[in-house]
C-alpha cells in the first residue's frame, strides 16, 4: 500500500484518515525543476502511518508532494528546493515515527 500527498495551498487540508490519505494540489502537477529525495522511516507499518509521514512532511515549506511507502519503508519527497534534513527528521518524529536518513 503506498499513500501519496501533494503538498496543498494554505487554507485547504486533507485528512491522513481519508481513502486515499492525500492532498493535493493543481501546481504540483508539473514537475519540471523538481527534487527527488528518497527518505528511509522507521516504524510505518500500514495506510494511516504513511499519512500520518506523508501529511506532516508535506507541511515543509517548498514540498510539492509525498509519497510514503509501509513496505519498504520509503518516503519519496519532491520538493523545488532541497530540504533541510533536520526538518524531514522534526515533521517524521512529530508524526511519531524516525527518521533513519536518505535511502
Given at each position: 500500500?503506498t499513500?501519496?500527498?501533494k503538498?496543498?495551498?494554505?487554507?485547504?487540508?486533507?485528512?491522513?484518515c481519508s481513502p486515499?490519505?492525500?492532498r493535493?494540489?493543481?501546481?504540483?502537477?508539473?514537475q519540471?525543476g523538481?527534487i527527488?529525495?528518497?527518505y528511509?522511516?522507521?516504524?510505518m507499518?500500514?495506510g494511516?502511518?504513511?499519512?500520518?509521514?506523508?501529511?506532516e512532511?508535506?507541511?515543509?515549506?517548498g514540498v510539492?508532494?509525498?509519497?510514503?511507502v509501509?513496505?519498504?519503508?520509503?518516503v519519496?519527497?519532491t520538493s523545488?528546493?532541497p530540504?533541510?534534513?533536520?526538518?524531514?527528521r522534526?515533521?517524521?518524529?512529530e508524526?511519531?515515527?524516525?527518521?533513519?536518513g536518505?535511502a
Amino acid at each position: 500500500m503506498t499513500t501519496e500527498t501533494k503538498a496543498e495551498p494554505t487554507g485547504t487540508s486533507g485528512s491522513c484518515c481519508s481513502p486515499t490519505g492525500s492532498r493535493h494540489s493543481d501546481a504540483a502537477e508539473g514537475q519540471k525543476g523538481r527534487i527527488t529525495t528518497v527518505y528511509q522511516v522507521t516504524g510505518m507499518t500500514c495506510g494511516h502511518c504513511e499519512g500520518a509521514v506523508a501529511g506532516e512532511i508535506s507541511g515543509i515549506d517548498g514540498v510539492v508532494s509525498v509519497q510514503a511507502v509501509a513496505a519498504t519503508g520509503q518516503v519519496t519527497v519532491t520538493s523545488r528546493t532541497p530540504l533541510d534534513e533536520d526538518a524531514v527528521r522534526a515533521a517524521v518524529d512529530e508524526a511519531g515515527y524516525e527518521l533513519a536518513g536518505q535511502a
